[in-house]
């Protein structure tokens, strides 16, 4: 990267420099688990796609974050880091990537103020490429923070949630640059948001109560991808799993998945545990919490913190208690104890330590794969002396097929997994349907 390019940054906004070598660690081990990611570092070490670049990266900053934004650093980009929870961002790690090079604006614990802060001094690196986790730069990018959007090329977004706000941007006609939308990508969705929330969730509320999940009722809101993992999760290990949903379609299929569907004032009253992840507000309210049972357990497994009503919670408590770490007591009037797991946070990250590295290697490797494709459609270039690509629209852009199969391919190879592929007669077989 020229001098010219670089764009001189405020010193990063960290815990603790000290604590950068149990980071490093972290780091090191999820590298040695990541191997797709860690092909496409040595990759981008060699091709330098993003050089003479600037990224802005704004997802839960623990090890396998950091260890993304060093694999775009390694492509030749000024990595400007800040996290998109204050409850998920490790100290340690945030350390270690400043004690890197890069520059990082992040804290555990931190205030809506301090968060929102750090998000905007990360911003100060005027970004070509943004990868979002839940659409916060991007929203800031369209507003308290255009004056650093000239130079971007476009996003990349992690969550649902994300390309929700970036849709209905689009539709107000207020979208300024190319959205690709990750977390619809097959080798998202599929893998990361079932398998990797469905683990990581019940290893975060098994970890916060310490109580058995055998033999409970366990309560999950919502029947997308995330609540399909999850019910599989909590019905694997022995819950009896109730679904709570506002799609007919889905809540057939949860029925024909084996769980039995009502409203949700209804299975409130059965929980042991309930679980939200729907991206909407209010899941859980006040005629919900007054049918719970004593001591019911929250958690939000979506990306923000409203889906349960804790204002309602709040309101109605007569005493409220840290009973555990990361579990809060709300006693009521008629002495019912409820308990919230991270204050309604994510909890799978905010009371845990995220998705599986596996799983995070194919979710980054999108990321860092799709962060490419937009520097390579920037202004209708394309990389490596190649015929001019198409320009991106200004739009929430699906994640290319082939970028989809390419992910799958290289962490088919990296389990040494092979498969069948058509013949050339059989391709003919099929496209003769077409005739």
């Given at each position: 990267m020229s001098a010219a390019d670089h764009r001189p940054m405020p010193p990063s906004i960290l815990r603790d420099p000290a604590l950068a070598a149990e980071g490093n660690r972290k780091i090191e081990w999820v590298r040695r688990n990541m191997p797709v990611l860690r092909g496409l570092e040595e990759q981008f070490r060699i091709d330098q796609p993003f050089a003479g670049l600037r990224a802005a990266v704004s997802v839960h900053l623990e090890a396998k974050t950091a260890?993304?934004?060093?694999?775009?650093?390694?492509?030749?980009?000024?990595?400007?880091?800040?996290?998109?929870?204050?409850?998920?961002?490790?100290?340690?790690?945030?350390?270690?990537?400043?004690?890197?090079?890069?520059?990082?604006?992040?804290?555990?614990?931190?205030?809506?103020?301090?968060?929102?802060?750090?998000?905007?001094?990360?911003?100060?690196?005027?970004?070509?490429?943004?990868?979002?986790?839940?659409?916060?730069?991007?929203?800031?990018?369209?507003?308290?923070?255009?004056?650093?959007?000239?130079?971007?090329?476009?996003?990349?977004?992690?969550?649902?949630?994300?390309?929700?706000?970036?849709?209905?941007?689009?539709?107000?006609?207020?979208?300024?640059?190319?959205?690709?939308?990750?977390?619809?990508?097959?080798?998202?969705?599929?893998?990361?948001?079932?398998?990797?929330?469905?683990?990581?969730?019940?290893?975060?509320?098994?970890?916060?109560?310490?109580?058995?999940?055998?033999?409970?009722?366990?309560?999950?809101?919502?029947?997308?991808?995330?609540?399909?993992?999850?019910?599989?999760?909590?019905?694997?290990?022995?819950?009896?799993?109730?679904?709570?949903?506002?799609?007919?379609?889905?809540?057939?299929?949860?029925?024909?998945?084996?769980?039995?569907?009502?409203?949700?004032?209804e299975a409130a009253a059965q929980a042991d545990f309930v679980i939200t992840s729907t991206g909407v507000r209010d899941t859980v309210d006040t005629a919900h919490l007054n049918a719970m049972k004593d001591g019911a357990i929250l958690a939000n497994a979506g990306h923000f913190s409203d889906e349960i009503n804790l204002d309602a919670l709040k309101r109605q408590a007569e005493e409220v208690v840290e009973v555990r770490q990361n579990l809060t007591g709300y006693r009521l009037a008629d002495g019912r104890w409820v308990n919230v797991i991270a204050n309604g946070m994510i909890v799978n990250i905010a009371a845990a330590d995220g998705h599986p590295a596996e799983i995070m290697d194919t979710s980054f490797a999108l990321q860092a794969l799709s962060a490419r494709y937009l520097v390579g459609h920037r202004n209708g270039s394309a990389a490596g002396g190649a015929a001019a690509a198409t320009p991106l629209p200004n739009e929430v852009i699906p994640v290319p097929d082939e970028i989809d199969r390419e992910v799958a391919q290289l962490r088919l190879k990296s389990l040494g997994v092979s498969h069948d592929h058509l013949t050339d007669a059989q391709r003919a077989y099929l496209a003769d349907f077409f005739k």
């Open positions: 260890y993304l934004a060093l694999v775009i650093a390694a492509g030749g980009a000024q990595v400007a880091v800040t996290g998109s929870n204050s409850l998920s961002t490790k100290d340690d790690v945030v350390a270690a990537l400043a004690q890197r090079g890069l520059s990082v604006y992040a804290w555990h614990g931190a205030t809506p103020e301090e968060f929102e802060a750090h998000q905007l001094t990360a911003l100060q690196v005027a970004p070509h490429v943004v990868i979002d986790d839940g659409g916060d730069l991007v929203h800031h990018l369209h507003e308290g923070a255009h004056q650093h959007a000239g130079d971007v090329i476009g996003a990349c977004e992690e969550t649902t949630a994300g390309v929700l706000r970036n849709r209905a941007r689009q539709r107000a006609g207020r979208l300024s640059f190319p959205v690709l939308a990750v977390n619809d990508a097959q080798m998202k969705h599929l893998f990361d948001n079932r398998y990797g929330t469905g683990q990581s969730t019940m290893d975060a509320i098994m970890r916060t109560t310490n109580l058995v999940v055998t033999g409970s009722t366990v309560v999950i809101a919502g029947y997308g991808w995330c609540g399909r993992g999850i019910a599989a999760r909590a019905a694997g290990m022995g819950a009896r799993v109730i679904v709570c949903e506002v799609d007919g379609v889905k809540a057939l299929e949860a029925v024909m998945d084996g769980h039995r569907v009502m409203p949700m004032v």
